[in-house]
């Protein structure tokens, strides 16, 4: 009995270690735990960073501690639902259970890998803060720091196992995670700090936690701040705390309760041969079905798909609508470049819908059905391959169609945004080349690489910094530093961002066509269209080095 005592910690602590290297191992979790509030950082610190508040301090060193905060929201609450919810619907965890390990150590491994993960996301935006800014630290603060940020971790860890408890699948785990984190974010002063709220908005923020984690965690940077020590936020935290923990307790299940792989719907090309064979002169003749009908068909079961995906519906539809709505709540009667906040807004928002739908969602569902072997058996069915990637491909133009004219309406009824219907078709022009150019990329990626894991984090992991550098989230009359805008004008978002700004500019005149950026683009398309078909090879066979589960968007991913 006295020699087992010393290594019962030992279960624990193996898996803590596998829990961690699973972690790092995970590109789309690292990416947005470490990468991306680290690329907030620079991007935002290098538009705004050396200017200076009415007390004479850099607006950077208030940068740091939001920044930080996102980071450890991702991995303490994000991922830490999804990776638990796929452990629980792949049968891991009721397998963990049967082993000779105590039950409160699987789950703690799991927690202290996002404690890890959140402190390490912290530590890599504090130090390039400090040394590529010149953020001061204030050392009487420390302790305060480090209480806030335990308190903080624990609060989302403990209301992540919460929402896992209480969703049935992956998918809907992931759904609500980024569904309720990311608009949180705006209201919570990560995103936006400092912004004077409308009072509904501010009550909503003020009562859920991360606003709360958000200002303790920026009291600890403010100079002259004494310990900084802030009771009333870690109040909060500490009773949110006990609420995530006490559902957590409740409602969680070890055992899988539904469809827990997270794909999107229906393999994606299974039925397309069924559909085939209930055409009733297929079985009767020797007719073939019609290039025509093979498309379609591939068509509307890629929009069946997507229908049923309520993450990739989110963030392509609802999410800039989300934006076009918030934003011009938030900042009032503020103008850009001479047009109010909606009017720029929108081009910017339909160019984001468009660029996901072909460069994200589309890559992704092929590179899924590749690893599923699905485009390998295609091989011995009536379908050609060319007609089951035209057909999501035309899914992806259609959803971007959509968008704009969601979109569009969004910001014509509820904002007073003005559209020359003369213009309409220079928007209609745009959007279509726009999605067809991020549809050739988005395939010429999948092509190019092996695994979809590295895909999906390839995907996002550049969609996203591009967003801010050309000007569809950064929003202001400051310019970008030149470093940034070459970058921009090197890719083809922003010149489909300024060609759709063109079309919907209330004071343009003419057809609104800007034929110099679209031009850029349909470079871009051709270069995409060419990889493409050189590399048409890799749809053929089947990807064997991969296991693809349903990625977290913001979009975020998370692998698992």
Same mark, same amino acid.
């Given at each position: ?310 993450? /990739?519906?989110?963030?392509? %539809?609802?999410?800039?609508? =989300?934006?076009? *709505? !918030?934003?011009? &709540? #938030?900042? +009032?009667? $503020? ?78 009824? /509820?904002?007073?945004?003005? %559209?020359?219907?003369?213009? =309409?078709?220079? *928007? !209609?022009?745009? &959007? #279509?080349? +726009?999605? $067809? ?100 090879? $890799? ?22």
């Amino acid at each position: 009995m006295d020699d087992d005592r010393p290594a019962r910690p030992r279960p624990t602590l193996t898996l803590s270690r596998h829990a961690v290297r699973a972690f790092f191992r995970n590109p789309m979790a690292a990416f947005f735990t470490l990468a991306f509030p680290l690329v907030f950082l620079v991007i935002i610190g290098s538009l705004v960073g050396d200017e200076r508040t009415p007390e004479g301090v850099r607006v950077v060193q208030f940068l740091v501690a939001p920044f930080a905060v996102f980071g450890v929201a991702q991995a303490s609450f994000s991922v830490l639902a999804i990776d638990t919810a796929i452990l629980r619907e792949s049968g891991v965890l009721l397998r963990l259970r049967g082993a000779p390990v105590p039950r409160w150590s699987v789950l703690v491994s799991r927690v202290v890998a996002s404690v890890v993960a959140s402190f390490a996301s912290f530590l890599l935006v504090g130090a390039v803060g400090v040394l590529a800014f010149g953020v001061t630290l204030q050392w009487r603060t420390l302790p305060a720091l480090v209480v806030t940020l335990l308190a903080g971790t624990a609060c989302l860890a403990a209301l992540g196992m919460a929402l896992t408890s209480v969703t049935r699948t992956v998918l809907a785990a992931q759904t609500a995670a980024q569904g309720l984190l990311i608009p949180l974010a705006f209201v919570s002063d990560v995103f936006i700090v400092g912004a004077d709220l409308p009072g509904w908005l501010s009550a909503i923020g003020t009562a859920l936690p991360l606003k709360h984690f958000a200002d303790a965690a920026a009291a600890t940077f403010e100079p002259g701040s004494g310990y900084a020590f802030s009771p009333g936020h870690l109040a909060v935290l500490a009773l949110w705390t006990v609420v995530g923990a006490a559902v957590a307790v409740w409602r969680f299940g070890w055992s899988p309760r539904g469809s827990g792989d997270g794909r999107k719907g229906p393999p994606p090309a299974a039925p397309a041969p069924a559909e085939v064979l209930r055409q009733p002169s297929a079985a009767a003749t020797t007719a073939r079905p019609t290039a025509v009908t093979l498309l379609l068909g591939q068509t509307r079961f890629a929009l069946l798909g997507m229908r049923r995906d309520a993450l /990739a519906t989110f963030f392509t %539809l609802v999410f800039p609508a =989300l934006i076009l *709505v !918030l934003f011009p &709540v #938030v900042f +009032g009667s $503020a103008r850009v470049h001479g047009l109010t906040m909606a009017q720029y807004l929108l081009p910017g928002m339909i160019a984001y819908a468009a660029a996901l739908a072909g460069y994200v969602n589309l890559p992704e569902s092929v590179a899924a059905a590749r690893a599923d072997g699905v485009l390998k058996r295609l091989g011995g069915t009536p379908l050609p391959v060319r007609w089951y990637l035209g057909g999501r491909v035309l899914c992806a133009l259609l959803i971007g169609v959509l968008g704009a004219v969601v979109l569009s309406v969004v910001a014509v009824v /509820a904002q007073g945004v003005r %559209l020359d219907p003369v213009r =309409l078709p220079a *928007v !209609l022009l745009a &959007v #279509v080349l +726009g999605g $067809a150019c991020f549809c050739a990329l988005g395939l010429a990626l999948a092509a190019a690489l092996p695994r979809l894991r590295s895909l999906t984090a390839i995907t996002l992991g550049t969609l996203l910094p591009l967003c801010f550098v050309s000007e569809i989230f950064v929003v202001g009359e400051a310019p970008l530093p030149g470093w940034l805008r070459t970058i921009g004008d090197v890719f083809p978002l922003r010149h489909l961002m300024q060609s759709l700004l063109t079309a919907t500019r209330p004071d343009g005149d003419g057809s609104g066509i800007a034929w110099s950026h679209l031009a850029v683009v349909a470079v871009w398309a051709a270069a995409g269209a060419v990889v493409t078909a050189r590399r048409r090879g $890799a749809f053929a066979g089947a990807e064997h080095a991969a296991t693809p589960t349903r990625p977290l968007r913001i979009g975020v991913a998370v692998h698992r």
